[in-house]
């Protein structure tokens, strides 16, 4: 009963051992520089061994079956990447002083995924330019992957697996089946947004992965003309001098950038006339100027807009309106120009 115990235990031992054998058994191994790499990228393709003298052996490269390189210690090459889905086949051919023969194997494939991102704090509307993101804003990102299996049609975005990470952690529920976009919060600590997303197929056999680096800035504002028959000018910011052509302008502020809920709003406007505070208009976006009488002169005008539910999301802006009596038709007439 003792020798069929030893010899069980013996036999598992060596079945364990077996498993836990290395691919290469030769200890020679093929690989890349690059994890991912991207059409018409230089990669660099070695050798590397702990069973055999690879400085002392003859090394043949082929690449798609042509002779790209031999030599004594030739241990590595450079080879160019080439488009989406077309496959690389490359070989090395090994032959140590002794006589012995190994031989190793790459199938290298580019591919290539672009990361879209778009910011989620307020603009106006019909605004065409692209808001840069701003503190503690929330940002939508979005991978748009090219991969592809047999070089003429990209594999469907929808059915590749993604994996999202931020300052090089995982993002909660960032990673799975058809994970192609995530949407981010980030924090009251102003820094850097530091994203990365690796893309590949289901089965393994393609890859690829790129990363951004976001600098989130300070929001601004833009003040417009309100007109009472064509609405807010969005076509013309006022700022600098700003001519006060009838008796009353009412001045519409439009912050950029802001976490605004148009139907409440959580910021707080903080309007000046001639350095003097207007604390009644604290929760006004607009403000309405008008002359007196037949008074000529100028006003400085400055808002400086607070978030109260984002501490880092403030801006300050100001112009000067200038106002003269009207003119009379005799005046007017004779060309006098106030």
């Not at 976490?259 to 505070?277: E, G, H, P, Q, R």
Request: net charge negative.
């Amino acid at each position: 009963m003792l020798k069929i115990s030893v010899f069980t235990l013996l036999c598992l031992f060596a079945i364990q051992a077996d498993a836990q054998i290395p691919a290469s058994v030769d200890g020679t191994t093929i690989d890349t520089n690059v994890d991912s790499p991207r059409p018409g990228q230089s990669v660099e393709v070695f050798v590397e061994s702990f069973g055999l003298d690879l400085n002392a052996s003859s090394i043949v490269w082929l690449v798609d079956g042509k002779n790209t390189g031999q030599g004594i210690g030739l241990k590595k090459i450079l080879v160019t990447m080439p488009e989406i889905g077309v496959a690389l086949n490359i070989k090395a051919i090994i032959k140590t002083p002794q006589g012995k023969e190994v031989q190793k194997s790459l199938v290298l494939k580019s591919g290539s995924v672009d990361i879209i991102w778009e910011p989620k704090g307020y603009v106006p509307p019909f605004f065409k330019g692209k808001l840069p993101l701003v503190y503690q804003n929330s940002v939508h990102v979005a991978a748009i992957p090219h991969l592809s299996k047999d070089g003429s049609a990209e594999i469907d975005p929808k059915t590749l697996v993604y994996q999202w990470k931020l300052d090089g952690k995982y993002v909660p529920d960032g990673q799975g089946y058809g994970k192609q976009s995530i949407d981010i919060q980030l924090d009251s600590i102003p820094k850097p947004l530091e994203l990365e997303v690796e893309v590949y197929t289901r089965e393994q056999s393609q890859n690829t992965s790129a990363s951004i680096s976001i600098e989130p800035v300070e929001p601004f504002l833009f003040f417009y003309e309100d007109n009472p028959l064509y609405g807010i000018l969005f076509n013309k910011i006022l700022t600098g001098r700003v001519s006060l052509k009838n008796e009353e302008m009412r001045v519409r502020a439009v912050p950029f950038g802001f976490n605004m809920d148009l139907k409440n709003d959580s910021n707080n406007y903080a309007w000046s006339i001639n350095n003097v505070d207007q604390p009644n208009l604290l929760k006004n976006q607009s403000i309405t100027i008008r002359t007196k009488g037949e008074a000529e002169g100028s006003s400085n005008i400055s808002l400086d807009i607070r978030n109260q539910g984002a501490i880092l999301q403030g801006a300050r802006g100001q112009f000067t309106v200038y106002f003269s009596k009207k003119l009379s038709e005799e005046e007017e007439s004779s060309g006098t120009i106030f």
